[in-house]
């Protein structure tokens, strides 16, 4: 493998992403200066505390939790690296965009329940609504390749290879998302926001 395949100027943006979702578990969970709950995804506080869209998105159960989404961050960054990813920001304007899309996605999920009078109850936590967004975007980049995304060139390019490794960790990850304690919601809304924002 060629050493600027190892090592990226765009690298900075994935290494940032890693050392803040770090930084936020060691002052939650190690440190204990932070109280996770007021940052929890729980969707009857969403009106009066807005926040919690973005900031559920930053923490973690545990460590295993933590540790599986830095996982994805790296399996992302390889994928992206492989596509011919030439943009400086992509990365970080995903996530931004997708926090506030994959939130819109429940929303209507959750009005849809209300209307025959099913009203869930539940907290969401953790990163990897982001990380199945960017499968579900990745996934379809791999079959037609995407130039431009918000107005700006990022150059993706198909590849057969990521699309079948892709494909494979998206069923894996289905698969896994009906384990109890995991989201299924939050992976599945997930993955229709980056689905979505291949169109963007």
Not at 21 to 39: A, H, N, R
Not at 48 to 67: E, G, K, V, Y
Not at 144 to 151: P, R, S
């Amino acid at each position: 493998m060629a050493f600027n395949n190892l090592i990226s100027k765009y690298d900075w943006q994935y290494l940032v992403t890693g050392f803040f979702l770090i930084s936020i578990f060691i002052f939650t969970d190690l440190i204990g200066v932070i109280d996770k709950e007021y940052f929890y995804f729980v969707p009857r506080l969403i009106s009066d505390q807005p926040h919690r869209i973005f900031t559920s998105i930053l923490i973690h159960a545990d460590l295993n939790h933590l540790l599986s989404n830095l996982g994805g961050i790296i399996i992302t960054r390889y994928f992206l690296m492989r596509l011919g990813i030439t943009s400086r920001f992509f990365y970080l304007k995903f996530i931004f965009i997708c926090s506030f899309l994959n939130f819109f996605i429940i929303w209507v999920y959750e009005k849809i329940l209300s209307y025959f009078n099913i009203f869930p109850n539940y907290v969401a936590l953790g990163f990897s609504g982001i990380i199945y967004a960017l499968f579900g975007f990745l996934l379809f980049t791999s079959f037609y390749g995407k130039k431009y995304f918000l107005g700006k060139e990022i150059g993706l390019k198909s590849n057969y290879e990521v699309q079948k490794m892709s494909k494979t960790i998206c069923i894996i990850g289905f698969i896994f998302s009906f384990l109890p304690g995991v989201s299924l919601l939050g992976h599945l809304s997930g993955f229709i926001a980056g689905c979505f924002l291949i169109l963007i």
